[in-house]
């Protein structure tokens, strides 16, 4: 199994930006999709986008592209989520995720791997 823990939160200005990364242990990082989700108060776990074992595929939500870039650095074991221009209705909880195998990299039931979130709040 793989353990993922993120880092890089944080309070920024509305059109500011701010990247955040996931460090995985464990199992090979290169074996897994990485997803990024956001939860914000009240609401469900979304799906931000997802990057394939070897990053040549990415995914976007719709709300988020051409803002947000995900990539990842296996040599490092660590992924990233870039986010510019961001905005108040951003603010939420940041979860990266990892899976073996399979498509759905937009459905949270599909992940298997957790880390335990990262705050990201956005002021006006």
């Known amino acids: 199994q793989v353990q993922l823990v993120e880092s890089g939160g944080g309070l920024v200005q509305a059109g500011g930006s701010l990247r955040v990364s996931c460090a995985a242990s464990?199992?090979?990082?290169?074996?897994?999709?990485m997803g990024w989700f956001r939860q914000a108060p009240g609401k469900e776990r979304e799906f931000v986008a997802g990057?394939?074992?070897?990053?040549?595929?990415?995914k976007y939500a719709d709300f988020v592209k051409g803002r947000f870039t995900i990539s990842r650095d296996n040599a490092k074991n660590t992924g990233y989520l870039q986010m510019n221009s961001l905005k108040p209705e951003d603010t939420a909880v940041y979860y990266c995720?990892?899976?073996?195998?399979?498509?759905?990299?937009?459905?949270?039931?599909?992940?298997?791997?957790w880390g335990q979130g990262t705050q990201v709040t956005v002021s006006q």
């Open positions: 990057i394939s074992q070897s990053g040549a595929s990415t």
């Open positions: 464990g199992r090979t990082f290169s074996d897994y999709v």
């Open positions: 995720a990892a899976k073996t195998i399979g498509n759905n990299w937009d459905r949270v039931i599909s992940y298997d791997y």
